[in-house]
């Protein structure tokens, strides 16, 4: 009586675990599904910040430009005032407002320089959403081959499945 037990258990022991290796592929599938929607939304939340940034960076540029214009029209209208004989009351007045317009033209070109490497990012980041979008397409269906035949196989059963021994036990 133990022999057969033991031979059993041995029968058991050997047995290829077919189910066992279908359950452990799915549930890989689903970790790997699992995975790839985490980090597209992790791309998603990267693109959503970049996003935040250059329009503040837009909004920013935008106000140093409008300073800019509005100290050039102060530095334009003393000019005008001098060219007329006008008496200026103070030479350092002008001096100041020409130095806010030099900060001013220092900053839209940081703004410019900081927007442009922002813009880069985020279209490295659309573009590894785009290319990652299409290896995750080719990782899930890599291997896998579409069914076209009439001639009463299973579906997914084609020559080159039904030699891998997971597909043995249908």
Same mark, same amino acid.
């Given at each position: 009586?133990k +022999?057969?037990?033991?031979?059993?258990e041995?029968?058991?022991?050997?047995d290829?675990? %077919? +189910?066992?290796? *279908?359950?452990?592929?799915?549930?890989?599938?689903g970790? &790997? =599904?699992?995975?790839?929607? #985490?980090i597209e939304?992790?791309?998603e %939340?990267?693109?959503k910040l970049? +996003?935040?940034?250059i &329009?503040?960076?837009?909004?920013?540029?935008?106000?140093?430009?409008?300073?800019?214009k509005?100290?050039e029209? &102060?530095?334009?209208?003393?000019?005008d005032?001098e060219?007329k004989?006008g008496?200026l009351?103070?030479?350092?007045g &002008?001096?100041?407002?020409?130095t806010?317009?030099?900060?001013?033209e220092q900053? =839209?070109?940081d703004?410019?320089?900081?927007l442009?490497? #922002?813009?880069d990012?985020?279209?490295e980041v *659309?573009?590894?959403?785009?290319?990652?979008?299409?290896d995750?397409?080719d990782?899930?269906? +890599?291997?896998?081959?579409?069914?076209? %035949?009439?001639d009463?196989e299973?579906?997914?059963?084609?020559?080159?499945?039904?030699i891998?021994?997971?597909?043995?036990?249908?």
């Amino acid at each position: 009586m133990k +022999d057969i037990e033991e031979e059993e258990e041995l029968i058991d022991s050997m047995d290829d675990g %077919s +189910d066992d290796d *279908t359950d452990n592929a799915v549930e890989e599938v689903g970790a &790997i =599904i699992d995975m790839v929607s #985490h980090i597209e939304e992790i791309l998603e %939340s990267n693109k959503k910040l970049a +996003d935040q940034k250059i &329009i503040d960076l837009k909004t920013n540029l935008s106000k140093a430009e409008s300073e800019k214009k509005y100290l050039e029209g &102060i530095i334009k209208a003393y000019e005008d005032a001098e060219k007329k004989g006008g008496f200026l009351s103070s030479t350092q007045g &002008i001096s100041n407002i020409k130095t806010r317009l030099e900060d001013a033209e220092q900053t =839209i070109n940081d703004l410019k320089t900081e927007l442009k490497q #922002h813009e880069d990012e985020l279209k490295e980041v *659309t573009d590894e959403e785009n290319t990652g979008d299409q290896d995750t397409e080719d990782a899930l269906t +890599d291997g896998e081959s579409q069914d076209t %035949s009439t001639d009463g196989e299973e579906p997914g059963m084609g020559p080159e499945l039904s030699i891998n021994p997971i597909y043995w036990s249908r």
